[in-house]
């Protein structure tokens, strides 16, 4: 019996391997001779699972390695308007000759940062932090939060539903009047986190439109990360604290700013001799187990942050020497509140710049591109941006402090011209001496000017909507992105926006 049952498994042994080579023959060349086993065959064997490959996947599916295609452009495989090439979506393609000249330095951009808050604070466009008074008039404060109205119930929607009387009510409760005082003694704080500013002190998003995700009319603005505000006010509920910023006013919720014990501890967060800045759209932190609240913090475009000293760096104990990085210090809130100071690495690979960048027609150029096709958001809601919140990032960078709104962009320091009243011809005729990164201005929108080719001139922007210039109606579309276009793409009116230019401010 014993010798049967090997003869039995020498058969089915030889029959085994007549099947496997009948299938190498089968699946591999017409030449029969050919048997010399393949790779994949060899590591098969060598495994001792040789034909488990055909049991898995069909014929000719083997993964061969990832596939390129060749002759792609950017014009088949990303939505560009009309006469936008891929080409012209590479800063490179709009730099001239003098492209690295320095433009201005920074002693000139200090300056220059001077003059305007001169020109905008007495209008209380901008606010000029660091020489504020200690009190302020609570009569002003409250001319102030009132100055924003309380939407009506019939045109509004509060997250997709109608608006209701009960909500009106609470935000108006909110706003805590009674309580504010006839002189009011000025808090300092430092923001902890890039944070909303808002019309009223609340989170729930306010539109025209319920479907309308994108507009919030209760937003106004942004705080970035270790920038100062003047606290004047708190809500009924001390969720929320109504301050200034040196571009904006109004609610941001109290727990994303660090109390200042005084006013000199507040002044020495806003030195910036030594500072990193953040150049790349967003950087964002690596976990940190050690300090967990700051893990993976997102730094925005414009975000400028101290860079620790020597003998700070010595004292950081993350259990790691962190070669190729830079240790920069982050403003935290302890238990009570009040502003504390940690520390993180940022590598040195990231898009970032150890002071603030040379200001040049090339670096303009970089940095806007960085981030072209980002998501546009009014007034910084979603962590994105707006039109002037565009320019404001991308010109932060080079140490600009810009006021908020596209109105007071335009009436900045430096060459401006009025072409309100210029035929489209003599507007071109302006348009030709530009250089790149001008800012051009309609009524409600900004933009940054890109060049002139072929008689088309282009622009760079953060926009919510617009009707494409080789549309056959006025029908708009929503983009709501930072996107390239031409000034023949047109307005609901159903004229171009070169018709509507007005102002332009050459940064100089």
């Known amino acids: 019996m014993k010798h049967k049952k090997s003869i039995g498994m020498l058969l089915v042994v030889c029959m085994m391997m007549f099947a496997y080579g009948c299938g190498k023959k089968e699946a591999g060349t017409n030449n029969v001779n050919a048997t010399a086993p393949s790779e994949s065959e060899v590591l098969t064997e060598d495994l001792g699972i040789a034909g488990v490959y055909g049991e898995l996947y069909e014929a000719e599916s083997a993964y061969s390695g990832l596939v390129y295609l060749e002759g792609i452009s950017e014009e088949e495989t990303v939505r560009l308007t009309a006469n936008v090439t891929g080409e012209m979506t590479k800063p490179e393609y709009w730099m001239g000759s003098s492209a690295g000249t320095i433009i201005m330095t920074q002693e000139q951009i200090r300056e220059f940062n001077r003059k305007m808050m001169d020109q905008f604070a007495p209008a209380q466009v901008m606010f000029d932090l660091q020489n504020m008074k200690s009190t302020i008039s609570g009569n002003y404060v409250k001319q102030l939060i009132e100055g924003f109205s309380i939407p009506a119930r019939n045109y509004y929607y509060v997250e997709g539903e109608k608006l209701t009387a009960d909500f009106q009510n609470e935000i108006a409760s909110q706003r805590n009047l009674s309580a504010v005082q006839g002189q009011i003694t000025i808090r300092y704080g430092i923001a902890v986190d890039r944070t909303d500013i808002r019309a009223f002190p609340t989170e729930k998003l306010v539109t025209d439109n319920a479907r309308n995700l994108y507009y919030d009319i209760f937003q106004n603005s942004e705080l970035f990360i270790s920038e100062p505000v003047a606290i004047l006010h708190t809500s009924l509920n001390g969720e929320w604290f109504f301050v200034f910023s040196d571009r904006s006013f109004g609610w941001v919720k109290a727990d994303t700013v660090a109390l200042c014990g005084d006013k000199e501890q507040w002044l ?7 500072v990193l800045v953040v150049t790349g759209k967003r950087v964002t932190l690596d976990k940190n187990p050690y300090e967990p609240g700051i893990s993976q913090t997102v730094l925005t475009m414009g975000s400028v942050l101290q860079i620790a000293s020597e003998e700070e760096v010595t004292k950081v104990d993350y259990d790691r020497v962190p070669y190729g990085c830079i240790t920069v210090k982050l403003p935290v809130r302890n238990e009570e509140g009040y502003l504390d100071t940690t520390y993180a690495y940022i590598p ?47 010109y932060r960078c080079f140490g600009f402090r810009f006021p908020r709104n596209s109105g007071q962009q335009a009436s900045i320091p430096g060459t401006r011209y009025n072409i309100s009243k ?39 922007s953060a926009l919510s909507n617009f009707v494409p210039e080789d549309a056959e109606t006025n029908e708009a579309i929503h983009p709501r992105s930072i996107m390239i276009n031409t000034l023949d793409v047109r307005r609901l009116d159903g004229t171009t926006w070169l018709d509507n230019l007005t102002t332009i401010c050459v940064i100089n």
């Open 268 to 274: 020495e967060w806003q030195k910036d001799e030594n």
């Open 422 to 460: 210029k035929t489209s011809a003599e507007k071109k005729t302006v348009l030709d001496q530009l250089p790149p990164g001008s800012l051009l201005r309609f009524p409600g929108h900004m933009m940054m000017y890109l060049g002139q080719r072929n008689g088309k001139y282009y622009v760079i």
């Open 348 to 394: 040195m690979g990231e898009d970032i710049s150890v002071g603030y960048l040379d200001y040049t027609e090339e670096n303009i150029l970089k940095q806007s591109f960085k981030m072209l096709g980002t998501t546009y958001g009014w007034g910084g809601i979603l962590d994105v941006t707006d039109c002037s919140g565009y320019t404001y990032q991308v």
